[in-house]
């Protein structure tokens, strides 16, 4: 796992994990960030929560019972 951070523009933060988005072997993003693993590569992390929903497919919500 790889993270970088510019404290001077927090909303701005950098990561990749070498085994992708899902840890499930059965997911198709089981292994979609490996070639930026490989190459020293980076992924952007929106943290601005307004553009976030603008962008996301749908929300999930966990409640305990």
């Given at each position: 796992?790889?993270?970088v951070v510019?404290?001077?523009c927090p909303d701005r933060v950098l990561f990749v994990q070498a085994n992708g988005q899902s840890?499930?072997?059965?997911?198709?993003?089981?292994g979609n960030?490996?070639?930026y693993m490989r190459s020293g590569g980076l992924v952007s992390i929106e943290?601005?929560?307004?553009?976030?929903?603008r962008?996301?497919?749908?929300?999930?919500?966990?409640r305990p019972h």
């Open positions: 796992f790889r993270l510019d404290f001077s840890g499930s072997l059965l997911s198709p993003y089981r960030f490996v070639p943290l601005d929560m307004k553009k976030v929903r962008k996301a497919d749908g929300i999930l919500r966990l």
